[in-house]
């Protein structure tokens, strides 16, 4: 229980705070920001997610290949949208 609140608890308070105070607006114009909002899909984000399940077990059995395994998903998910670019 403690790891899933250090996993998701600072993220989730952070994301919240920088949605209600931060001005976005510059990011949301930028490359990356129409990058994210064109390519980041719910499914992508599901996918991205998963990414967790093999990264955080790596990290619980000390398995450095579980952590690459799962560092790499994750990347590649936010890489996703780049596939039609280079195609």
Same mark, same amino acid.
């Given at each position: 229980?403690?790891a899933l609140?250090?996993?998701f608890?600072?993220?989730i308070?952070v994301?919240?705070?920088? *949605?209600?105070w931060?001005?976005?607006?510059?990011?949301?114009?930028s490359a990356?920001g129409r990058?994210?909002?064109?390519?980041?899909?719910?499914?992508?984000e599901l996918?991205?997610?998963?990414?967790?399940?093999?990264?955080?077990g790596?990290?619980w059995?000390r398995?450095?290949?579980l952590? *690459? *395994?799962g560092?790499?998903?994750?990347?590649g998910?936010?890489?996703w949208g780049?596939?039609?670019?280079?195609?």
């Open positions: 229980m403690a609140l250090v996993g608890l600072p993220s308070v994301s919240v705070l920088l *949605v209600r931060a001005d976005l607006e510059p990011y949301r114009r990356l990058y994210v909002g064109r390519f980041m899909t719910r499914q992508v996918a991205r997610f998963a990414g967790l399940i093999p990264l955080w790596g990290a059995v398995s450095l290949g952590i *690459v *395994v560092a790499v998903w994750i990347v998910c936010w890489l780049m596939r039609r670019v280079v195609a």
